[in-house]
């Protein structure tokens, strides 16, 4: 269908300070396919806003640009049917608010983003949604403690029926294992009965919820909306599920590496699993005199480099019952800090109320046995003193450690289990989404993802199950889920050319690509976030987005005006990560931050899908320098797809070939990472860049 586009450009918000409008209609009336183009002092506004849909109806128009604020702003404005093809030209913050008004240059900026935007929407199209041929609404929760019980009533409650996979033959966990539990509600002075019976009776009782106890999964395949499950408990048994809550928990670190502790040389020493279940069984009288050590290999770097957050609630508590146990006790709790987040601080002060328990800050220096009894040399107290202390027992603090997820056995060339972070723990972004696993449609939840307290694991299942009926009905719509949520593209393979190089079966960050014996990539699209990773790593450039493409990027590259080398006016291209890098930009915007207006901006799904031959186009076309700016790549990955700003570095000596090739200076193309927060830096990295730039002298190819 042919395209008419109708322009519309505001004049509100300093717009018409700062730009010349009239010149800008212009422009937009000379480009291809413009119908209409209009101005307005405020497209927000009801009558702009109406102005446009009469447009669109009386004009027939199939595409919309908007050339005013942000796209990251008024999107609950401009929002127009889905048949339309709307694009936001960015002239506010990233021109009128950035640069100085009534400047030539300022104006050339303008009417670049004007070009670049229409001609986007002359080279894209709108998206037909990927939709599964079966999608199924039940979802699979795996493991049955207290975080995949919480997912599974949280589920079946929401109407969706939940099939709870247990491998003991008994759901519950570490929690049947408790003595007590600690007060989660005023007046924290009185531990509590633990609840896992209560919520075993009402998971049991649920019509929504089928379990299955003493069961394994022998594998998992397909994907969003369509997961094939196989499950085994003596005989096999297929499931069909639209999303998977992995909730498979944490055991204990492993004391008998903590030598120097005492444990496995004295007999008194035990972790404070083991004093739970000691108590909880009634099999050992409970000792007079029990000293315990907080951090037992946590906090440490030859152990558990992290706070493990509920060893100091667990013996807070176990200090209380011990005490109500045996009134004649003495307790004494070492500590490298005592963490009780949020309200759990009334129930550390109930505890300090008892005079007979002994808290100090300290190091343990030794522990060593003498006629039964055992020492600790406590050093660096906050008695100001070393101390040493007689006691009759002995309780290690140890902390957690996720089980392994290979049980999963997901049928993914990228392995059985879900991917982890250094600790171990499964991978999350745990700033913007902590649910979201590397596998789409696939959450985790509770202590297999972070260490996590009861209270806290409960509040994280229920995360994770709404994350898997979103990702139910969103898969539905044929649409992403985070950080793309409402994305209706997805990737589209011309398999023509393909030359079974394995590039997208290996950078995709989400196992999104299967393959065959040969090496030829089997899609399963509604497993994509959508980054774009494979269309950046493809040097056929076989994969493309309806709306996000390698020709519809180079189409804007091309709409540029590049000046001749003897106006003096560089041009430089920005490639801009859309999730931190352009917020910033807009940040900069909004504080009035000036920045050089020789900069084009073109935003991208994220920097790790930047194709090579956007770099050969921009150089051939004359642009004398090339940004591209991300998201800061980590352990933590701040990068929002896992690994697109890495693969940004390792695939920089690509580039340097291409630079080489061309004859051009290595300085012409230059990376930077930047936090969301880190707006005041941006015009640091644009100013300084033209700066070398402006330098090294124009590109050569500007004659060409």
Sequence with gaps: MKKRIGTYICSGCDIGKAIDIEKLVKVAISEENVSVCKNHASLCSVEGYNLINEDIENEKLNGVIIAACSPRMKTEVFDFPENIILERVNIREQVAWCMEAGEEDTQMAAEDYLRMGITRVNSISNPVPYIVDEISSEILVVGGGITGITASLEGAKAGYKVHLVEKENEPGGWTNKLYKQIPSKAPFNKLIEPEIKDKIAELENHSNIKIYKSTTIKEISGQPGFFEVTLFNGKEEKITVGSIVASTGWKPYAANKLSHLGYGKFKNIVTNIEFEEIVKSGSQKIPKDILFIQCAGSRDKNHLSYCSSFCCGTSLKQAKYIRELNPDSNVFVIYKDIRTLGLYEEFYKEVQKDDQIFFTKGEINSVNEKDGKLRVEVQQSLLGQDISIVVDMVVLATGMTPNNTEDLNLNYRMGKGLPELKYQFSDSHFICFPYESRRTGIYAAGSLRAPMDIA????????????????????????????????????????????????????????????????????????????????????????????????????????????????????????????????????????????????????????????????????????????????????????????????????????????????????????????????????????????IIEEIGPNPFKDM
Excluded at 458 to 483: F, N, W, Y
Excluded at 496 to 506: F, P, Q, V
Excluded at 541 to 556: G, L, P
Aim: with cysteine; aromatic share 8%.
């Design 456 to 691: 806290a694991s409960k509040e994280d299942a229920a995360g994770a199950m709404l994350k898997a009926i979103q990702c139910i009905e969103a898969t539905k719509r044929g649409e992403a889920v985070h950080p793309r949520s409402g994305d209706k593209t997805y990737p589209d393979l011309y398999m023509d050319r393909c030359t079974d190089c394995k590039r997208c079966t290996e950078e995709c960050p989400f196992g999104v690509y299967d393959e065959t014996e040969k090496g030829t990539p089997l899609p399963n699209p509604s497993r994509c976030r959508r980054c774009g990773i494979c269309l950046g790593s493809c040097p056929e450039r076989i994969i493309s987005f309806s709306d996000f493409s390698i020709n519809s990027i180079s189409a804007m590259i091309k709409s540029v005006h590049v000046p001749d080398e003897f106006e003096e006016k560089p041009r430089i291209l920005a490639f801009v990560c859309e999730n931190d890098a352009y917020p910033a930009f807009d940040m900069a915007g909004t504080k009035r931050l000036k920045i050089s207006p020789y900069v084009r901006i073109i935003p991208v799904r994220c920097i790790g899908s930047i194709n090579k031959v956007w770099i050969s186009d921009a150089l051939s076309k004359g642009f004398d320098g090339i940004l591209q700016i991300g998201c800061k790549p980590g352990d933590d990955y701040q990068c929002h797809f896992i690994h697109g700003s890495e693969l940004t570095e390792t695939r920089g000596e690509n580039i340097q070939e291409t630079l080489e090739t061309m004859m051009l200076e290595p300085e012409r193309i230059k990376t930077e990472f930047v936090e969301i927060t880190d707006y005041y830096k941006i015009p640091e990295i644009i100013n300084e860049y033209v700066e």
